[in-house]
Antibody
């Protein structure tokens, strides 16, 4: 059964750049899309970005200018880079595997399973 | 803007049926997905494409859709079902949207 594990710095200073990696084990990274989410303390889920194994990407419009998502199929991992961090970016960051399906009448459908356990990122000086 | 709206909280006694709704104009033309998130844990997919249940999800969880509203039904609620439940959909540009979440409390 595929497993996902996030890794990252834990603590980042304001204005600095966050780099997170999601390692995929017990399954191939090909033929799916791969996504990042976050959850601020006491808040709901927020989607950040996803990437297909082809390299095609899609970003949350509200965060797009600060984001870069990439994938390394040879290492079975994908990564997120977020610039200009502030305290508002303090959150648990999750990675997940996306399942996608295209319908002529309604376009793309995407849903996510499984998810990694999440990694807490605190932005503080 | 496209939004998904959920009732913030639902409370039921054990053995009763809980119904959690998610509404939004987007849902009249796009599928909804449901996730369960227990305290301190990662989300788990419960329902996909409005009413399909992944393997391993108990059949007391079911989903339905009518117009601009989708409903997650938990039949015979158990104490272990106490959690936050989120609906999700995808707009025409591929942007992922979540509802604000519903806290299910088992009395």
């Amino acid at each position: 059964q595929v497993r996902l594990q996030e890794s990252g710095p834990g603590l980042v200073k304001p204005s600095e750049t966050l780099s997170l990696t999601c390692s995929v084990s017990s399954g191939s990274i090909t033929n799916y899309c791969w996504s990042w989410f976050r959850q601020s303390p006491g808040k709901g889920l927020e989607w950040i970005a996803y990437i297909y194994d082809s390299g095609s990407t899609h970003y949350n419009p509200s965060l797009r200018s600060r984001l870069s998502i990439s994938i390394d199929t040879s290492k079975n991992e994908f990564s997120l880079r977020m610039t200009s961090l502030s305290s508002a970016d303090t959150a648990i960051y999750y990675c997940a595997r996306g399942h996608s399906d295209f319908q002529d009448t309604s376009g793309w459908d995407i849903w996510f399973a499984p998810w990694g356990q999440g990694t807490l990122v605190t932005v503080s000086s | 803007s496209l939004e998904l709206t959920q009732t913030p909280s639902v409370s039921v006694s054990p053995g009763q049926t809980a119904r959690i709704t998610c509404s939004g104009e987007l849902l009249s033309r796009k599928y909804a997905y449901w996730y369960q998130q227990k305290s301190g844990q990662a989300p788990v997919l419960l329902i996909y494409k409005d009413s399909e249940r992944p393997s391993g999800i108990p059949d007391r969880f079911s989903g339905s859709s009518s117009g601009t509203t989708v409903t997650l039904t938990v039949s015979g609620v158990q104490a272990e079902d106490e959690a936050e439940y989120y609906c999700q959909s995808v707009d025409s540009s591929g942007t992922i949207l979540f509802g604000g979440g519903t806290k299910l409390t088992v009395l």
